[in-house]
């Protein structure tokens, strides 16, 4: 909703009533201005009330401001704002006089004497001017309406303090200057480049919405498998290295050194033959790339179909899916502030993704099974034995002690047997590990080892003389068993921390993950390129209409920034918002391109219209920012978005304003001979506190915006720039005269051919004014806003009737 002007001064009755019904009348469209501003002089009032009938039973206008220009009407040597009942109290109108369109600086407290305003050049008329304006905002002018009911008479004299922003020039020339320059340069707040905007998570399965949206994955999902030949090799090598792996983890087992299979047979057999199944694999895959390459087209789908290379072309929904992805990449970049030079970057490289590549490239399964994967398993490394120094010596050493601390004998034939079990443990597990002659210098150093220990034993037990104490037998039924335990455990222990190392430097899970990641490969080439489909080459082609069209947007903002002065100073606040601004501009000028990417329609190039649009809204968006400011948001941004314009100390003279009390001293749009007729009394006066809703962001800062002010009067208007208080100073009892008169009916039915009052017949000869002032107002002909004429209050607000006596006061002479 918005409010109407009507500027009825100097105008004939039959001029007004005419305006009125050309904008109000039978016939008229409506519009969204229900509210009007009925600017008219005070000597003209009485002939226009025709016009306000017509206002007030149109059926298009819910309340009415008048605001009468000029000075009031001498009568008998006293003074009087004299108005038709039309315009009385209690009918939802608001009457305002200026006696003074400049005004003059006056305050109610402390009393004092009128002077000129500092910076209001006399007889500029700026007062009614920004009282205008300021009622020109919804809010303000509701506000005032809702005040005037408090009001004697429904009437004030208003008065007026402001403060306001840059409008256009200066400041907000640089930061235009300076926004334009950034988006359509890459120097934004997202930088230039591409990777302006995040690459969005994985679809669930949509290879190509993954493409657009630059989404990674480490492996695509559902791998399909191959048939045939592709198929069977794939199988084969993946059953070759679960056998391997298998082969191993017994060896690496507790009891591994009593497997079946041994480490030497898992090398010659098991590992070489997962080896040469992956190879195999591998050279598969790189001769199926090979072939596939040059073929195109239906040879291309038959050839893919005899090698068992199983896929589809992306389905319909697969493909919208795409294209929301890329309407998505388009809208947030735009939303996001991205530069548009890197935005458009970020498209053209989503059109080589999702290009259709027919045998596209050279196959990279070499990547996928690296060669040292496949040297691992065909000439796997030998199991590892312990050295001929290694720990093992020392209880090779002390078990065959044991049994011959008995001493004699006993002693000598238990340690001996002790030594030679040990022996050949060792060197029966060094012949399973590595084969015949294996490990012989191990097997010799352990012997060594195990007969010194037998000679220590002995020695040790004949300084002891351990046979005095135990008995040789007792000793040695003890120690052998002992020793036969704790050297089969250390030996099992050494044997399964050996083969676990083996299986690490093997690492038999890589041979499994090269096949899934040669599968995966295959199906991903499939998908990506051999099963493109005309579809996706329409993603792609949307994917260059979409850059074209960026491209075309941000040459508009280059164009626009050539054609401004250099970027100077300018506050922070108010370049972000203009770079929102501008965000929201470029994406209104690229909606027909998100409109056809979210119907799934063909785009086409539309990069001339888009120009055309871009630098059509710009040009508007310049006469906005000159005639409104940056507080009031253009018609293609979002109205809730916050806009902190100001800043610094221009916010804090725009508080300092907002504080002013109603009493203070501001510009009061009264003649300095009528301030006389003014109220006096500090409750009487209403006030309206307003500001740009933009103004609500910095106001928080010192608290609740909507109670930060005296009276908690502040309302935050949409489209306004100016902050300030209007102040409502009542006028005395007995200043405003309203009477009601009957109208000539006009040959069109709506009032006087003149819009003339003429006097009722029964009453005296001075007419219809002159019952009012005697004994109240008439009746009126009909009431405005479809009230009952019962139900109207007959005087002011406190129930006195306007002009029913005849006041005395020197105020008025």
Do not use: K
């Amino acid at each position: 909703m918005s409010v109407r002007l009507f500027d009825l001064r100097g105008s004939s009755p039959a001029e007004a009533l005419g305006a009125v019904l050309g904008e109000l009348g039978e016939g008229t469209p409506l519009t969204g201005a229900d509210r009007v501003v009925l600017l008219d002089g005070t000597r003209l009032l009485a002939g226009h009330a025709a016009a306000y009938e017509a206002v007030f039973t149109s059926g298009r206008v819910r309340s009415a401001v008048c605001v009468a220009v000029g000075p009031p009407t001498a009568d008998a040597g006293r003074r009087f704002l004299d108005r038709p009942g039309q315009l009385g109290p209690g009918r939802g109108v608001a009457t305002l006089w200026v006696g003074d369109t400049t005004g003059v600086d006056w305050g109610i407290r402390p009393p004092g004497p009128p002077r000129p305003r500092p910076g209001v050049p006399a007889g500029s008329g700026a007062g009614l001017e920004h009282l205008l304006a300021a009622l020109g905002q919804v809010e303000v002018f509701d506000r005032v309406v809702e005040l005037s009911g408090e009001l004697p008479d429904a009437a004030a004299s208003p008065g007026l303090c402001w403060s306001e922003p840059d409008r256009g020039g200066g400041a907000t020339d640089s930061a235009l200057a300076a926004a334009l320059r950034r988006y359509a340069s890459g120097g934004g707040a997202s930088g230039g480049g591409t990777g302006t905007v995040p690459a969005a998570a994985p679809s669930r399965g949509n290879l190509l919405a993954d493409l657009v949206a630059g989404a990674r994955r480490p492996r695509p999902v559902d791998v399909v498998g191959g048939t045939g030949e592709l198929g069977a090799r794939e199988r084969h090598a993946r059953d070759a290295a679960a056998a391997a792996e298998e082969a191993l983890a017994s060896l690496s087992a507790p009891r591994g050194a009593f497997a079946r299979t041994t480490p030497e047979r898992v090398r010659r057999e098991e590992l070489r033959a997962a080896g040469e199944a992956l190879d195999a694999y591998r050279a598969h895959v790189d001769r199926l790339f090979l072939e596939l390459s040059p073929l195109t087209g239906n040879r291309l789908a038959a050839a893919l179909g005899r090698a068992g290379v199983r896929g589809a072309p992306p389905t319909r929904e697969e493909v919208d899916e795409a294209l929301g992805a890329l309407a998505r990449l388009l809208d947030e970049g735009v939303r996001g502030g991205a530069a548009l030079d890197g935005l458009a970057r970020d498209l053209e490289e989503v059109s080589r993704r999702v290009a259709p590549r027919d045998g596209a490239g050279p196959s990279t399964a070499g990547r996928e099974v690296p060669d040292d994967v496949l040297r691992s398993l065909a000439d796997p490394p030998p199991f590892p034995l312990p050295g001929p120094l290694s720990p093992l010596l020392l209880p090779a050493f002390l078990l065959p002690a044991l049994p011959a601390l008995a001493g004699g004998p006993a002693g000598l034939a238990g340690g001996i047997a002790t030594a030679l079990a040990w022996v050949l443990a060792v060197t029966a597990g060094a012949q399973r590990a590595r084969g015949p002659g294996g490990g012989l210098p191990t097997a010799v150093a352990h012997a060594v080892a195990a007969f010194s220990g037998v000679l220590a034993g002995l020695g040790a037990g004949g300084v002891l003389q351990l046979g005095l104490v135990v008995p040789p037998t007792v000793w040695l039924s003890l120690a052998v068993p002992a020793c036969v335990a704790a050297g089969g455990g250390v030996l099992l222990y050494t044997w399964s921390r050996l083969a676990r190392r083996w299986r690490d430097r093997i690492a038999p899970e890589r041979a499994d993950a090269s096949v899934t990641a040669l599968a995966a490969l295959v199906d991903r080439r499939a998908r990506e390129s051999w099963y493109p489909g005309a579809a996706r080459s329409g993603v792609a082609d949307a994917a260059r209409s979409a850059q074209g069209a960026v491209r075309a947007v941000a040459d508009a903002f280059a164009g626009a920034a050539a054609a401004l002065p250099p970027p100077s100073s300018h506050p922070e606040e108010l370049e972000a918002v203009v770079r929102s601004d501008l965000s929201a501009l470029a994406r209104a000028a690229l909606e027909p391109v998100l409109a056809g990417l979210r119907s799934g329609t063909p785009v086409g190039d539309l990069s001339r219209r888009v120009h055309g649009t871009a630098t059509d809204l710009l040009e508007g968006y310049r006469e906005h920012l000159a005639r409104a400011g940056a507080h009031v948001p253009p018609r293609f941004a979002d109205p809730d978005t916050p806009r902190q314009v100001r800043g610094g100390p221009d916010l804090d003279r725009a508080l300092d304003t907002l504080r002013l009390a109603p009493e203070d001293r501001m510009l009061q749009l009264c003649d300095p001979g009528h301030l006389s007729l003014l109220g006096e009394s500090v409750p009487a006066v209403r006030a309206v506190r307003f500001a740009p809703y933009s103004l609500r962001a910095g106001v928080a800062a010192y608290g609740d915006p909507d109670s930060a002010f005296p009276d908690r009067s502040a309302v935050w208007t949409r489209e306004g720039a100016l902050t300030g208080v209007l102040r409502l100073v009542p006028l005395r009892r007995g200043v405003v005269r309203t009477r009601w008169s009957r109208t000539e009916p006009s040959d069109g039915g709506h009032g006087g051919a003149a819009g003339r009052p003429v006097p009722d017949p029964e009453e005296g000869p001075a007419g219809a004014f002159a019952a009012g002032a005697a004994g109240g107002p008439a009746e009126p002909p009909g009431a405005p806003f479809g009230e009952d004429p019962a139900d109207r209050p007959r005087g002011g607000a406190d129930g006195r009737g306007a002009g029913t006596d005849r006041p005395e006061e020197d105020y008025l002479r």
